[in-house]
Every structure is written in C-alpha cells, then in structure tokens.
C-alpha cells in the first residue's frame, strides 16, 4: 500500500495521495479507536471475573511445524461461554491470541 500511495503522490501530488488514502481507509477513519489491550490474558481474566465465572483456561490442541518453527493452536475457555482459538508462534502468542479472539467476539474490545 505504501508504494501505491507513493506512485500516487508522485504522479498526481498532495491532494490526489490523500483522496487514495481516505478512500482506503475510511472505514478504519471513521470507526472509534478500540481501546487498547496491553495484557489480553489479564483483560480476558478480568472481564470472566466481572461476569461472575472462573479464570479462564488455556489448552494447547495442535502443535505443528518443526522442532525449530513450531505453530501452536491453543483453545481460550471462559465456563459459558464458546471457547475461541488461535496460533502463534510460542504458547504464549497464542494464548494471548485467543484471548484476543474470545474478548472481541464477544464485544469485549
């Protein structure tokens, strides 16, 4: 996207560059700013507990890829709630991206 708004810029100028990007991202300009997770696992423990249910858990259900590159796909479960999964790289990115997951689908963030 980058070089596209900089072929637009040099061959169109200022103004024709930012029409492209507000048309791009008019939808991310005008949604409000989500508010911003630092710690997902803790917002996810805080949220659980604030709907009256035990701490969330984390289970590894796939591990694949090499010893050296391994994808982990972990399963975030609140008690009530539909568990959401996610991968990363570690256990903990992909723990923290199923809390992720499970906070937004459930309109936490």
Same mark, same amino acid.
């Given at each position: 996207?980058?070089?596209?708004?900089?072929? +637009?810029?040099?061959?169109?100028g200022?103004?024709?560059?930012?029409? +492209?990007?507000?048309?791009?991202?008019?939808?991310?300009?005008?949604?409000?700013?989500?508010?911003? +997770?630092?710690?997902?696992?803790?917002?996810?423990?805080?949220?659980?507990?604030?709907?009256?249910?035990?701490?969330?858990?984390?289970?590894?259900v796939?591990?694949?890829?090499?010893?050296?590159a391994?994808?982990?796909?972990?399963?975030?479960?609140?008690?009530?709630?539909?568990?959401?999964?996610?991968?990363?790289?570690?256990?903990q990115?992909?723990?923290?991206?199923?809390?992720?997951?499970?906070?937004?689908?459930?309109? +936490?963030?």
């Open positions: 996207m980058e070089a596209i708004l900089a072929a +637009v810029y040099r061959d169109g200022l103004i024709a560059a930012q029409t +492209v990007f507000e048309r791009a991202w008019a939808e991310e300009l005008a949604a409000p700013p989500s508010a911003a +997770v630092t710690n997902p696992k803790s917002a996810l423990q805080e949220w659980a507990q604030g709907q009256g249910r035990p701490l969330p858990t984390y289970e590894v796939q591990r694949t890829g090499s010893d050296h391994p994808t982990f796909t972990v399963e975030a479960t609140v008690a009530g709630y539909e568990p959401a999964r996610a991968q990363g790289r570690s256990r990115e992909a723990e923290k991206a199923a809390a992720i997951a499970l906070l937004k689908r459930e309109d +936490v963030i």
